[in-house]
């Protein structure tokens, strides 16, 4: 079990995390840029990933840009209290020290900023369809979603992604999976197993089925 717990943070994996924890340290603060009219999944890693930020005391903020519209999506945000910061479009993010781009991978592609605004860190489960430059880059095309990804850092850490952080991952990687029927893999399902242990059910059943 010692020799289990010690590969998982010194093998390829737990080299990637120190690097993002390399990356998160250099930063004073840090703006987690979504795509545009964020679905469930990009608010859920925005979200995990502003926590991850927190155990090295980077102060980070959830941004995006557009219209949060869908029922579900508003019902989410709204039992869940999140705070999330809409940018005008073009909106000028270099009073952050640093910006990180969660399930989309471009600049300017999919997003209100700038084509040429530096990017510290991209997560992403979507192929890109052009090269990604960034400090910190992990995209995989193989699993269902990038809460997927960043669940796994949070449980690789030991770090607990508090009721609300969980509530809204468990929530993004029901919706992108099609409740686990579309483009799922082993790691989804390991996923949402991590997160349903910190969510509060009920509350998503409130977000799946809101009231008029």
């Known amino acids: ?15 990637h995390l120190r690097q993002l924890h390399r990356v998160l340290r250099g930063i004073d603060d840090l703006a987690v840029v979504t795509h545009d ?14 926590r991850l930020a927190e155990t090295v005391d ?4 959830v941004c995006y840009f557009g219209d949060i519209s869908h029922q579900e999506n508003r019902a989410m945000v709204n039992l869940l209290d999140l ?3 809409r940018l005008d479009p073009g909106a000028d993010v270099s009073e952050y020290g640093g910006v990180a781009l969660v399930d989309h991978s471009r600049p300017g592609v999919n997003d209100g900023l700038p084509s040429d605004t ?10 890109p369809r052009a090269p990604v430059e960034a400090s910190f880059v992990d995209l995989h095309h193989e699993v269902g979603a ?3 990804l960043l669940a796994d850092y949070l449980d690789r850490l030991d770090v607990d992604p508090t009721r609300t952080v969980a509530t809204a991952m468990l929530f993004g990687l029901r919706v992108d999976t099609n409740d686990f029927v579309r483009e799922v893999s082993p790691q989804d399902f390991e996923a949402a197993a991590f997160l349903l242990a910190h969510a509060d059910v009920d509350l998503l059943g409130r977000v799946e089925n809101p009231s008029m």
């Open 58 to 61: 980077l102060p980070a903020d």
């Open 37 to 50: 009219n964020p679905d469930p999944d990009a608010i859920g890693a925005a979200l995990a990933l502003c």
């Open 83 to 85: 705070n999330l910061r």
């Open 118 to 127: 530096a990017v510290d860190v991209v997560i992403d489960h979507h192929p």
């Open 146 to 148: 990038t809460s997927t």
């Open 1 to 15: 079990a010692t020799t289990e717990f010690l590969l998982e943070r010194v093998g390829d994996d737990g080299l």
